[in-house]
């Protein structure tokens, strides 16, 4: 299934680089998200963004920096990360958030290692 | 109280056996609930949405109580491939339209 694709499927950066990671949505949604999953614990919302307007930030530390081009395209821009911070970052999209939920579609994620 | 709790599991069920879970939420206003399976190192991928009138599709077959505020799954005739970590998922209900409430997940291993 391509309908989000993420790059890349796996990174390892150290603390003090400065890495980007991507999605695409090929769907034609509106609404966009960034997850982050560490083992053993549920998906953690991190950033989501409607028609390109951030419209949640759930107390995501600075080191996180999302940007939204266009409806298609999510990025995470990342610097001076921790350790703890190495988990599978999963973006999703989904038609819209509206007063109720839409199910929402998942990139195959990325796999980030913090040394 | 968590807003969507699960049995975390694991359930060891053999092949051909049917098995069920339950997930309880706390928010009655709660409006769109759905299933996601997630295999190990994978991302979640929608199982089905679960409806009022409850839905069935194929093996799976979800209902919706209202009432006591639980949703179910139920998966008939297990194959070895639904072996796999199943997540119930609860629209949040409130300041935000786009959160969706994941709980923890329950692990279920089909044994042959």
């Known amino acids: 299934e391509t309908g989000v694709t993420q790059t890349p499927r796996h990174l390892v950066m150290g603390m003090t680089n400065k890495k980007s990671l991507k999605c695409e949505q090929h769907?034609?949604?509106?609404?966009m998200y960034w997850y982050k999953q560490s083992a053993k614990k549920p998906l953690e919302l991190m950033f989501v963004?409607?028609?390109?307007?951030?419209?949640e930030n759930n107390s995501v530390p600075s080191r996180f920096s999302p940007e939204c081009p266009n409806s298609s395209h999510l990025f995470l821009h990342l610097h001076t990360l921790q350790p703890e911070d190495s988990a599978l970052y999963l973006c999703?999209?989904?038609?819209?958030?509206?007063?109720?939920?839409?199910?929402?579609?998942f990139g195959p994620g990325t796999r980030l290692t913090v040394t | 109280r968590k807003e969507v709790e699960q049995d975390p599991g694991p359930f060891n069920v053999p092949e051909g056996a049917t098995v069920a879970f339950n997930c309880t939420y706390s928010?009655?206003?709660?409006?769109?609930f759905f299933w996601y399976r997630q295999d190990c190192r994978k991302e979640p991928k929608l199982l089905m949405s679960?409806?009022?009138?409850?839905n069935e599709d194929g093996r799976f077959t979800a209902q919706l109580n209202r009432a006591s505020q639980y949703i179910s799954l139920l998966i008939r005739d297990s194959k070895l491939s639904d072996s796999a970590t199943y997540l119930c998922?609860?629209?949040?209900?409130?300041?935000?339209?786009?959160?969706?409430?994941w709980g923890a997940g329950t692990k279920l291993i089909i044994k042959p």
């Open positions: 999703a999209s989904s038609p819209s958030g509206g007063e109720q939920g839409y199910e929402q579609y």
């Open positions: 769907l034609g949604h509106n609404a």
């Open positions: 963004y409607s028609l390109e307007e951030r419209v």
């Open positions: 928010n009655s206003a709660s409006q769109s």
């Open positions: 679960v409806y009022s009138s409850g």
């Open positions: 998922v609860v629209n949040r209900v409130g300041d935000s339209n786009y959160q969706l409430i």
